[in-house]
Structure formats: C-alpha cells, structure tokens
C-alpha cells in the first residue's frame, strides 16, 4: 500500500475509557460519613457544654439563696460551636422554690427567662464563676409571695393587723377596739407599684367611707393603712413592674436590667 493509499484511510478513533463503576457511589458514602461524624460530635458537644452549664449555674445560685429545693437552670444556644464563639447563649431559665432573701422576704416560688446573655466562656472554663456573665439582651422575673410572706412583710408598719389576699385586692382586717369600742374592721385595699422596686397599700377607692364612722375617724384609717414599702430584698438589677393578687398568693413581675445579683449574691445565709 502506497503513502497516498495510506493518508486516505480515515484515522481510528480511540474509544473513552469507560468511567469506574461505583467510584461516585464511594464519594458520596464517604462525604455522608464526614458529616455524619461531624454532626455527631456537634450533638455530643451542645449536649456536654449545655449540661455542665446547666450544673454549675445551679449550683451557684443554689450556694447563693440556699433554697429549699435544687433549682433548675434550663440553657438553649443553637449552634453551639457558633455561640461559643460570640459567647452568646439564647435562652436562661432558672426555677428556685422556697428561699429567703436577705432582708428576711420569704420566696415561695421564683421564674426568671433570660435571652442573649453574654457570656465570656473561656473565664467561665477558668474560674468556674458566674462573674463570667457579662450582660443580657432582655430579661423577665416572676416571684410568687405567700399570703403569710405579705403579712410579715407590712407587720412592721401595720401591727396587729392581717391581710388576706383575694383576686385583683386583699382585705385589711383589723380590731380597733382601743379607738372604737367593739369595732373590728375589714376594708378591701389594692397593691400599686410604684418607681424605685416602692410599692403602696392603699384601701379601695370610697371603702372607709361605708363604714359609716365619724370622720376623723375615717381620716385617721385612711392615712394609717395607705402605706408605701420600699422593696429592700428587690437587688439592683431587678424592677418590679406589676404585682397581681390571687387567694392566699402575691404574684410579683419584674423587668431584668443586669445579672449582678446573682454575682453579687443576694442571701446573707441566715435562713
């Protein structure tokens, strides 16, 4: 065969090679696997440093109020890793049941939310304290007082009187038998919240009037059971803002401005 014969063949063509079988499968199961692992580790990390959070802030604030029951601290910060690095935590609730106060203001029961607290982890690792705490974003509390917590409360300023606590009022009760012989009183009377963690008794609007006294009398009750009670157990860092009365319990709200009384402590540890 000639040159020319040759050049006028058409050229073989090469055939592809035929791409291994499975080789994308493998791919596929091995990135499966990474992220399996990955979010593995994820889960056992939120789960380890939320439950030793969890833990030590309990175990704080119950060194710090002793309560009568262990409190319970309740953490939500999703992603983990991530909020780790902005030392940020979501969500902090916190359940204590049964304590006293430093000024004497017996607790019967206490719910605090707290969301975006900022938190510096690594002094948190070191110190194990709650200094760590930095500030939050905004924060609620709720305080339940029992009906012989209020008693003991205003006993001070209305001696020998009781006050039994009903839906939206309480009643001053009271025996005046050393003003007004054989008169023993019971006026309805409400709880108003003022600046300064101050609250006031006052009776209800036209109550004295009905009893029907004379009016010096009814002058002399009327500024004696209006009284204004300056929250001392209230630490900074907590305001009140509304107080609702329901039979036998003072359910107390409260705005959370700073997280300085829990660091500071607020239990002189006389219970």
Same mark, same amino acid.
């Given at each position: 065969?000639t040159a020319a014969?040759?050049a006028?063949?058409?050229?073989? !063509?090469t +055939?592809?090679?035929?791409a291994k !079988?499975?080789?994308w499968?493998r791919?596929? +199961?091995t990135t499966l696997i990474i992220?399996?692992?990955?979010l ?6 939120e789960?380890?440093?939320t439950?030793?959070?969890?833990s030590l ?5 119950d060194?710090v109020l002793?309560?009568? /029951? ?7 910060m999703h992603p983990?890793?991530v909020?780790l $690095?902005?030392g ?6 916190l359940?204590? #049941?049964?304590?006293? /106060? ?6 019967q !029961?206490a ?11 690594w #002094? ?5 304290q709650l ?6 974003d905004?924060?609620?509390a709720?305080i339940?007082?029992? #009906?012989e +917590?209020?008693?003991?409360?205003v006993a ?5 009187a009781t006050?039994k606590l009903e839906?939206?009022?309480f009643?001053y009760?009271d025996?005046?038998s050393t003003?007004?012989p054989?008169?023993?009183l019971?006026i309805?009377?409400?709880i108003i919240?003022k600046p300064g963690n /101050?609250i006031q008794?006052?009776?209800? +609007?036209?109550a004295?009037?009905?009893?029907g ?7 002399y ?15 900074d860092?907590?305001?009140?803002t509304k107080?609702?009365l329901q039979?036998g319990q003072?359910?107390v709200d409260?705005?959370i401005?700073?997280?300085? $009384?829990i660091?500071?402590g ?5 219970n």
């Amino acid at each position: 065969m000639t040159a020319a014969e040759l050049a006028k063949q058409p050229a073989k !063509k090469t +055939a592809p090679q035929p791409a291994k !079988k499975g080789g994308w499968r493998r791919n596929l +199961a091995t990135t499966l696997i990474i992220l399996g692992v990955l979010l593995v580790l994820t889960f056992a990390l939120e789960y380890t440093v939320t439950y030793k959070t969890e833990s030590l802030a309990a175990t704080q604030v119950d060194e710090v109020l002793k309560p009568d /029951m262990p409190s319970t601290v309740t953490l939500s910060m999703h992603p983990i890793i991530v909020r780790l $690095f902005q030392g940020r935590v979501d969500e902090v609730t916190l359940d204590i #049941e049964g304590f006293k /106060m430093k000024y004497g203001l017996n607790v019967q !029961k206490a719910h605090l939310d707290v969301k975006g607290l900022h938190v510096d982890f690594w #002094e948190l690792a070191k110190t194990r304290q709650l200094s760590a705490l930095k500030s939050l974003d905004s924060g609620s509390a709720r305080i339940v007082l029992s #009906e012989e +917590a209020v008693n003991r409360l205003v006993a001070a300023r209305l001696p020998g009187a009781t006050i039994k606590l009903e839906r939206n009022r309480f009643r001053y009760q009271d025996d005046i038998s050393t003003l007004l012989p054989g008169v023993i009183l019971d006026i309805p009377g409400v709880i108003i919240v003022k600046p300064g963690n /101050m609250i006031q008794l006052q009776p209800l +609007a036209g109550a004295i009037e009905k009893l029907g006294l004379p009016q010096d009398v009814q002058d002399y009750l009327r500024d004696a059971f209006t009284v204004d009670y300056k929250l001392y157990d209230i630490p900074d860092g907590i305001e009140l803002t509304k107080i609702a009365l329901q039979p036998g319990q003072a359910v107390v709200d409260a705005q959370i401005t700073s997280f300085d $009384f829990i660091k500071a402590g607020t239990n002189d540890g006389n219970n």
